[in-house]
């Protein structure tokens, strides 16, 4: 008797999953080839994007190797790199352009150029955080000698809280602007932050602490 029950009972059970498969099987078919045909696409996607840093990686490596030895053309090359939208080579491109404008500046207007370079990397909120103050830190560090010690100090100010990265160059570019223009209060504390972090190189701790003698042998005569 109880086979007859469960032969019933999966005869009930198949007709009720024909009827299922009758009404929603399409739906499920559908589905299925969505699911397969998103898959095969962010492969397809993934792979393009692999190849596309890989271009992207071969061509910045040649016009690093152009830049190195100082070859015309890698200028251009790192120019076409630079308007990229996208991806990291563009602002690797970016700061190697503004590097060789800091590095070739031999007047005032020249030095305005490469620090409006970085400037624009600093404000560029596409790119990574730290990559954007190590580009406010170049900016301010470029300055240093010849800017107010106000516009020095917009750019760095923000670099020296407690475990900034660049904490340590920035109180260093402050310290020297802030003596330079007479502002021995600010030098003075931007040494002594210097002195007092423990995580401080040894060779700017020295530094700092020569210039804390300066300082306190009083301001430059001029």
Same mark, same amino acid.
């Given at each position: 008797?109880?086979?007859?029950?469960?032969?019933?009972?999966?005869?009930?059970?198949?007709?009720?999953?024909?009827?299922?498969?009758?009404?929603?099987?399409?739906?499920?078919?559908?589905?299925?080839?969505?699911?397969?045909?998103?898959?095969?696409?962010?492969?397809?996607?993934?792979?393009?994007?692999?190849?596309?840093?890989?271009?992207?990686?071969?061509?910045?490596?040649?016009?690093?190797?152009?830049?190195?030895?100082?070859?015309?053309?890698?200028?251009?090359?790192?120019? /076409? *790199? #630079?308007?990229? @939208?996208? $991806?990291?080579?563009?602002?690797?491109?970016?700061?190697?352009? =503004?590097?060789? !404008?800091? +590095?070739?500046?031999?007047?005032?207007?020249?030095?305005?150029?490469?620090?409006?370079?970085?400037?624009?990397?600093?404000?560029?909120?596409?790119?990574?955080?730290?990559?954007?103050?190590?580009?406010?830190?170049?900016?301010?560090?470029?300055?240093?000698?010849?800017?107010?010690?106000?516009?020095?100090?917009?750019?760095?100010?923000?670099?020296?809280?407690?475990?900034?990265?660049?904490?340590?160059?920035?109180?260093?570019?402050? /310290? *020297? #602007?802030?003596? @330079?223009? $007479?502002?021995?209060?600010?030098?003075?504390?931007?040494?002594? =932050?210097?002195? !007092?972090? +423990?995580?401080?190189?040894?060779?700017?701790?020295?530094?700092?602490?020569?210039?804390?003698?300066?300082?306190?042998?009083?301001?430059?005569?001029?």
């Amino acid at each position: 008797m109880s086979d007859i029950f469960r032969e019933v009972d999966e005869e009930v059970r198949r007709d009720k999953a024909n009827e299922l498969w009758k009404k929603h099987g399409p739906k499920f078919i559908a589905a299925a080839v969505l699911f397969i045909a998103g898959v095969a696409g962010w492969q397809f996607w993934q792979a393009q994007q692999f190849k596309e840093r890989a271009t992207l990686g071969a061509a910045y490596e040649a016009a690093i190797a152009q830049a190195n030895g100082d070859k015309p053309e890698a200028q251009a090359a790192l120019t /076409a *790199l #630079s308007q990229g @939208k996208t $991806g990291t080579y563009p602002v690797l491109a970016r700061f190697r352009l =503004a590097s060789e !404008l800091a +590095a070739s500046a031999k007047d005032a207007p020249a030095l305005a150029n490469a620090v409006s370079a970085f400037d624009a990397l600093a404000n560029d909120t596409a790119s990574p955080a730290e990559w954007r103050d190590l580009a406010r830190l170049r900016a301010g560090l470029l300055l240093v000698d010849t800017a107010p010690f106000a516009e020095v100090e917009k750019r760095l100010s923000p670099l020296i809280s407690g475990t900034a990265t660049f904490r340590h160059s920035a109180r260093e570019g402050l /310290a *020297l #602007s802030a003596w @330079k223009h $007479g502002e021995s209060a600010k030098a003075l504390d931007a040494v002594q =932050a210097i002195i !007092l972090d +423990a995580d401080t190189p040894q060779g700017l701790r020295q530094r700092a602490e020569l210039l804390l003698a300066v300082i306190r042998s009083g301001p430059i005569k001029r």
